[in-house]
Each structure stands twice: as C-alpha cells, then as structure tokens.
C-alpha cells in the first residue's frame, strides 16, 4: 500500500487522488442567476441528497486550487439564495461538460452549451429543458470549509417544486433507473453511464470552445446532430478555415456532392469516434461553398 499524509503532497496531487478515488460522483448541474438576473449554469460534482423531509440537496463548488478564487455559481447563490439543480443524462453530457468552461461574468452558459432555458415556477434561476428531472430550490446555508484553494463550499439546497419527464417513469409512476440513462464523474476525463460503464469527456479547461452558439446555423440546426455532437463541437476555439477545408478536399475528395444531410451523417461518425478536427472539415465543405 501507498500510504499518504494529506499534508504531504500538493493540494492538487491531493485533488486527484481524492476525485480518482472516490466515485462515480453524482452531477449537480446548478443554475443561478447573478445580481443582474443574468443566468449561469455550472455542473459540479461534488453533491449528493442529504434528506427527505426536509428534501435536502448538497453540492460544493470548492475555491480553484490554481489561484484561490471561487466560481460565479458560488457567488450568485451567496447573493440570491436560489439555485436550481438538473439532472444529468447521457444525451446531454458533452452540452453539460461544455457549459463547465469558465467563461467570463456574464456569459449565459445556456446558449454557449445549446441548451434550453425554461423558466422556473418557484425560483428565479432557470430549468435546463433537456434534463430528466429538475429540482427548484430555495438556499438554507452555505458553509465555507476553508479560506485557501481547494477548499469546499457546501450550498444547502431545500427542494421546493421538482419536475420529472414523464418519459423516464415507469408503469408504477416511479422514475425507471434505465430510462433516466444517468452519468456520473469519476477522476480525470473520465465518466460512468448507467448500465454502460466508463466513457471519457475531454475537459474544456484549456481553452475557451467557442459555443454552441457560435455554430454555423446549418450546423446548429441539423436534423442529423445530437446535442452531445453540438457540444463536442462548440468545444473548440475556431472553426477550420476555407483553406483548411480545400487541401482536405483535395486528399478525400469522396466527399464532394453530398448533400448536407450526408455530410452531416459522415461527421457524426467521426464525432463517435473523438475525431472532431476531421468532423468539422466534413462539415464545412458546403458551409465554404468549397470547389475544387
């Protein structure tokens, strides 16, 4: 055995043994509004139920090891006591990993992940539509569990209106623990899906993807992509150039004359597959109006 004293090693080697150790970790994907009712979504990992009666929810986005300072969902929740957690299935989780980029203040993580924003009834913060079940919830404490980075803030949420997509019921009127297709965290990129095993997300730390927002329309709304394909490729600076574009042409030119339904197919393939640079060529072919 390798035995370790916390004190020891640095807080972020600490970070990773703890999150590579203890899971898969449920998602609270958090939405807030900040003192300008502008919206923010953030998932975190760190959470779980705590209670029924009262119903109890607790998720902690901890203070960034690397600078010390806290995230924007942490920050509204201190300034409006309101925050509403989604449930986070396998459809969405690219959107969801997307949304986790740390945008600046301000920035509508909604319309950067495509996602739909539906109001609440109980709350100010909205509800992710996409989600299978969404919690309202009224902030009854937040207690800070230290002053350095890496440091817990757990955010005690009461639960007052819960929504649940009919979809994901059974016969007996109870939530089908297959239907709702849930993923949780585990350490690095890696994720667990319900009955699936582990699948990994690259994480959008490195750079600031340029959003599902920010696609090209015919791209956005395809009838082909999933919202999963948008996110992976919304999580990335820019779009290939026309240039780019033409000297892939020129190599795998099987590709000229489809139509964009087909091009759109052949990309999703690749997207299967982590290929996003040669899917997003693939897609810019008609995009570019490219000809050879």
């Not at 109001?119 to 913060?125: G, Y």
């Not at 890696?190 to 599902?212: C, D, E, H, Q």
Request: glycine share 8%; charged share 20%; with cysteine.
């Amino acid at each position: 055995m390798i035995s370790i004293l916390p004190g020891s090693v640095s807080t972020g080697e600490l970070h990773g043994y703890l999150l590579g150790a203890v899971g898969p970790r449920p998602i609270a994907f958090a939405s807030t509004v900040d003192e300008k009712g502008r919206p923010n979504l953030s998932p975190f990992s760190f959470f779980n139920v705590f209670g029924s009666n009262p119903p109890i929810l607790i998720f902690s986005p901890a203070r960034r090891v690397r600078d010390n300072t806290t995230k924007h969902t942490l920050q509204n929740v201190l300034l409006t006591k309101e925050v509403v957690i989604n449930m986070v299935n396998f459809d969405m989780v690219q959107q969801m990993s997307l949304s986790s980029t740390e945008y600046p203040k301000g920035t509508n993580e909604f319309e950067k992940s495509g996602l739909t924003m539906v109001k609440s009834d109980v709350v100010q913060p909205f509800r992710v539509g996409e989600s299978p079940v969404q919690f309202e919830c009224k902030v009854t404490k937040v207690e800070a569990l230290g002053r350095d980075g890496g440091a817990g803030n757990l955010i005690f949420s009461e639960v007052v209106k819960i929504h649940i997509d009919p979809a994901i019921m059974d016969a007996n009127g109870a939530i089908d623990q297959r239907k709702i297709d849930q993923v949780a965290r585990m350490g690095g990129n890696w994720y667990t899906r319900a009955n699936k095993g582990m699948f990994a997300v690259p994480k959008p730390l490195s750079s600031i993807g340029m959003g599902v927002d920010a696609l090209p329309s015919a791209i956005r709304n395809s009838t082909v992509l999933t919202g999963n394909d948008l996110g992976l490729l919304g999580n990335i600076e820019e779009k290939p150039s026309s240039n780019e574009v033409d000297e892939f042409l020129k190599e795998n030119s099987g590709y000229k004359g489809l139509d964009t339904e087909q091009l759109h197919q052949q990309a999703q393939k690749l997207l299967a597959k982590g290929d996003v640079a040669t899917a997003w060529k693939i897609l810019m072919i008609n995009e570019t109006n490219t000809v050879i």
